[in-house]
């Protein structure tokens, strides 16, 4: 006995509205109808517990298969099925006003993909793909008939009677002309790769091969056959929904291997297992960090009972944690939803707070535990903990006791422990301590030498966040500076208030201003004649700390520092008065003699700066051999 219908709606006709509002995301079909299909399995699995399934549960495994020549593609369940009057209101009345629903909510939204999951199409996500629907179910209830329901896109359904001995559902999808790329086995296998993975009950699609041991052959040498197997495309317990006793740690580096099969073995990991005041799983590795940032986003997979949602889990996961690698399963956080609403979701907030807790936990254990392991891998974590203290005040308050600076020596301290080790020889005289550091170590060898023959600690600060890390602790410690060892000439690095006197007089040194003045002809050079001590170089290249910073600011993106990326650099060219080689250029007879020595003096500080190349470079080549030669 057929019967008709028509799916009561306001919009005319929905079905081009879902095909065209995920018109990029066509392969979600597939996801929907295979998570339905295990719905219906978990179902029927949670009444056989409950004694309220007659018959034996037997094989509850979901069957997707495809027909090339008829252009068809089908979802099979043994789970719990459905009768006709079930049909009329799961699939006529609630599946679709959940499909009304959620277009009607979302068509205007400019971007589709801001919409997280996209679960609620559900059902309905099949006409994406299809030009009809064959949907052919049988309940688990005894003394019930078998039901077809048919709907061609339209608003139109049929509903009549079927052939179907076993319980569960068949969903055959009639390929539109224009969705025929479905139909091919290695794009559908790699849909169910993708989405469906880890599901909770197994999914078949087609068979394969296997190689299997066969015995010995006569020489006694292994043999082997080859046997045709179902192709079992998920993990139905994969290693996040164990107890972290249970589990080895060979057992989450090959879950890592699985997940990144091209990266390299992480450092370590965290293992998420919380089911109140809100339900979270999952696995977090710390990688080996690069320095590129953008490379490392994006690895870290969102899932919602086992099924695959997305890698884009920026509002789920602290913006410094999404340097981590992994798995993230939680039913809580909302899925159709754009990301504006997933920022101020109480849930997402509370998941964001607890996972940054657990990392925070996580280095404090092993900084305590094994420091020198911990120290081992800082060049690798430093990246996460410094993002992390810039990022949030929840994390910096904790990360403040195992976050730690290393010196060019390669020795590291605490925060705390730093502090004690340079107060005594690094305090100007004004009570502040000078933090000195290096932003690379092999180019400003000359001034880290010359900071080193004061006995002063210079830290290397040469990461991708470096120059906003030293901003920030300058920010957060007590009466501290940082400067870099090449911001100003070692005697004024850090100001002790020491004077040491000049063995030229006024008037020499207004001539040697005037002789580099004219021998280095460069308006960005500041020039001064200071006294010195004769140890040291007898001229100096420096940019000062602020204005560096500045411009740091600004090839950064730095906001209000934009403009500063346009000015000229300045710096300041300091002249040893009491070098050697200054009293030789004031006693040279010759003013060309004179300019001769100056300009080599300032060509060897633009070396030391990396500043001298061309023909500045070949000539400072030319002029060393020919003073050499004297």
């Given at each position: 006995?057929?019967?008709?219908?028509?799916?009561?709606?306001?919009?005319?006709?929905?079905?081009?509205?879902?095909?065209?509002?995920?018109?990029?995301?066509?392969?979600?079909?597939?996801?929907?109808?295979?998570?339905?299909?295990?719905?219906?399995?978990?179902k029927l699995k949670r009444l056989s517990s409950l004694g309220e399934l007659k018959e034996d549960i037997g094989d509850t495994t979901v069957e997707v298969s495809f027909d090339k020549e008829k252009k068809t593609i089908t979802v099979s369940d043994r789970g719990i099925g459905m009768t006709s009057d079930e049909i009329k209101k799961y699939i006529n009345q609630i599946a679709f006003s959940g499909a009304t629903e959620f277009v009607e909510k979302f068509k205007d939204k400019g971007d589709a993909k801001d919409i997280i999951g996209k679960f609620g199409l559900g059902f309905y996500s099949a006409f994406m793909v299809a030009k009809?629907?064959?949907?052919?179910?049988?309940?688990?209830?005894?003394?019930?008939?078998?039901?077809?329901?048919?709907?061609?896109?339209?608003?139109?359904?049929?509903?009549?009677?079927?052939?179907?001995?076993?319980?569960?559902?068949?969903?055959?999808?009639?390929?539109?002309?224009?969705?025929?790329?479905?139909?091919?086995?290695?794009?559908?296998?790699?849909?169910?790769?993708?989405?469906?993975?880890?599901?909770?009950?197994?999914?078949?699609?087609?068979?394969?091969?296997?190689?299997?041991?066969?015995?010995?052959?006569?020489?006694?040498?292994?043999?082997?056959?080859?046997?045709?197997?179902?192709?079992?495309?998920?993990?139905?317990?994969?290693?996040?929904?164990?107890?972290?006793?249970?589990?080895?740690?060979?057992?989450?580096?090959?879950?890592?291997?699985?997940?990144?099969?091209?990266?390299?073995?992480?450092?370590?990991?965290?293992?998420?297992?919380?089911?109140?005041?809100?339900?979270?799983?999952?696995?977090?590795?710390?990688?080996?960090?690069?320095?590129?940032?953008?490379?490392?986003?994006?690895?870290?997979?969102?899932?919602?009972?086992?099924?695959?949602?997305?890698?884009?889990?920026?509002?789920?996961?602290?913006?410094?944690?999404?340097?981590?690698?992994?798995?993230?399963?939680?039913?809580?956080?909302?899925?159709?939803?754009?990301?504006?609403?997933?920022?101020?979701?109480?849930?997402?907030?509370?998941?964001?707070?607890?996972?940054?807790?657990?990392?925070?936990?996580?280095?404090?254990?092993?900084?305590?535990?094994?420091?020198?392991?911990?120290?081992?891998?800082?060049?690798?974590?430093?990246?996460f903990v410094k993002y992390g203290m810039l990022s949030e005040d929840k994390f910096y308050e904790k990360a403040k006791d195992f976050a730690l600076l290393k010196n060019t020596e390669g020795a590291f301290a605490t925060l705390d422990e730093y502090k004690e080790k340079v107060k005594a020889n690094q305090e100007d005289?004004?009570?502040?301590?000078?933090?000195?550091?290096?932003?690379?170590?092999?180019?400003?060898?000359?001034?880290?030498?010359?900071?080193?023959?004061?006995?002063?600690?210079?830290?290397?600060?040469?990461?991708?966040?470096?120059?906003?890390?030293?901003?920030?602790?300058?920010?957060?410690?007590?009466?501290?500076?940082?400067?870099?060892?090449?911001?100003?000439?070692?005697?004024?690095?850090?100001?002790?208030?020491?004077?040491?006197?000049?063995?030229?007089?006024?008037?020499?040194?207004?001539?040697?201003?005037?002789?580099?003045?004219?021998?280095?002809?460069?308006?960005?050079?500041?020039?001064?004649?200071?006294?010195?001590?004769?140890?040291?170089?007898?001229?100096?290249?420096?940019?000062?700390?602020?204005?560096?910073?500045?411009?740091?600011?600004?090839?950064?993106?730095?906001?209000?520092?934009?403009?500063?990326?346009?000015?000229?650099?300045?710096?300041?060219?300091?002249?040893?008065?009491?070098?050697?080689?200054?009293?030789?250029?004031?006693?040279?007879?010759?003013?060309?003699?004179?300019?001769?020595?100056?300009?080599?003096?300032?060509?060897?500080?633009?070396?030391?700066?990396?500043?001298?190349?061309?023909?500045?470079?070949?000539?400072?080549?030319?002029?060393?051999?020919?003073?050499?030669?004297?």
């Amino acid at each position: 006995m057929a019967e008709k219908g028509t799916i009561s709606i306001h919009t005319e006709n929905i079905f081009p509205i879902i095909k065209k509002f995920l018109y990029s995301d066509h392969e979600i079909f597939l996801r929907e109808l295979v998570s339905n299909a295990v719905d219906a399995t978990q179902k029927l699995k949670r009444l056989s517990s409950l004694g309220e399934l007659k018959e034996d549960i037997g094989d509850t495994t979901v069957e997707v298969s495809f027909d090339k020549e008829k252009k068809t593609i089908t979802v099979s369940d043994r789970g719990i099925g459905m009768t006709s009057d079930e049909i009329k209101k799961y699939i006529n009345q609630i599946a679709f006003s959940g499909a009304t629903e959620f277009v009607e909510k979302f068509k205007d939204k400019g971007d589709a993909k801001d919409i997280i999951g996209k679960f609620g199409l559900g059902f309905y996500s099949a006409f994406m793909v299809a030009k009809k629907v064959e949907l052919i179910s049988k309940s688990y209830q005894e003394g019930t008939e078998a039901a077809k329901w048919t709907c061609d896109g339209s608003t139109e359904f049929e509903i009549s009677e079927a052939e179907k001995s076993d319980r569960g559902t068949d969903v055959i999808l009639h390929i539109a002309d224009d969705s025929e790329e479905f139909l091919d086995e290695w794009r559908l296998k790699s849909i169910l790769e993708k989405y469906c993975k880890f599901l909770p009950v197994p999914v078949k699609f087609g068979t394969e091969e296997k190689r299997e041991d066969d015995g010995k052959d006569d020489e006694g040498k292994p043999k082997y056959k080859t046997v045709t197997q179902d192709r079992i495309i998920n993990d139905t317990e994969p290693l996040w929904t164990k107890a972290p006793a249970d589990l080895k740690d060979e057992d989450y580096l090959k879950f890592y291997r699985d997940l990144y099969p091209m990266s390299e073995d992480p450092l370590f990991w965290i293992h998420l297992n919380v089911d109140y005041p809100f339900n979270l799983t999952g696995i977090l590795y710390f990688p080996k960090a690069k320095n590129d940032f953008e490379v490392q986003k994006n690895k870290i997979q969102l899932y919602s009972r086992q099924v695959f949602i997305t890698d884009e889990v920026k509002d789920v996961v602290p913006e410094f944690l999404m340097l981590l690698h992994g798995v993230i399963d939680s039913p809580d956080i909302p899925l159709n939803v754009s990301r504006s609403y997933l920022q101020s979701d109480s849930s997402v907030k509370k998941i964001n707070n607890h996972i940054t807790k657990k990392v925070a936990d996580k280095l404090t254990e092993l900084f305590k535990n094994d420091r020198k392991a911990y120290e081992s891998k800082w060049d690798d974590i430093g990246i996460f903990v410094k993002y992390g203290m810039l990022s949030e005040d929840k994390f910096y308050e904790k990360a403040k006791d195992f976050a730690l600076l290393k010196n060019t020596e390669g020795a590291f301290a605490t925060l705390d422990e730093y502090k004690e080790k340079v107060k005594a020889n690094q305090e100007d005289k004004d009570g502040n301590l000078i933090y000195l550091y290096t932003s690379d170590a092999a180019k400003q060898d000359t001034y880290i030498q010359a900071a080193k023959g004061k006995s002063y600690d210079i830290l290397l600060m040469d990461g991708v966040i470096d120059s906003h890390f030293v901003n920030f602790l300058e920010q957060k410690l007590d009466k501290t500076q940082l400067r870099r060892v090449d911001a100003e000439t070692v005697d004024k690095l850090i100001d002790k208030d020491e004077k040491i006197e000049s063995v030229l007089s006024k008037d020499e040194e207004e001539k040697v201003k005037a002789i580099f003045e004219k021998a280095v002809n460069n308006k960005s050079m500041n020039i001064s004649v200071e006294s010195q001590s004769p140890d040291e170089m007898p001229v100096t290249i420096t940019m000062s700390e602020f204005m560096r910073r500045m411009k740091d600011m600004a090839k950064m993106g730095g906001g209000g520092y934009a403009m500063m990326g346009n000015m000229p650099d300045q710096f300041n060219l300091t002249v040893n008065g009491n070098h050697a080689i200054i009293g030789k250029i004031l006693r040279a007879k010759k003013e060309e003699k004179k300019e001769q020595l100056a300009k080599q003096a300032y060509d060897l500080a633009m070396l030391s700066q990396n500043m001298l190349s061309g023909a500045d470079l070949t000539n400072f080549i030319k002029r060393s051999i020919e003073l050499a030669g004297e």
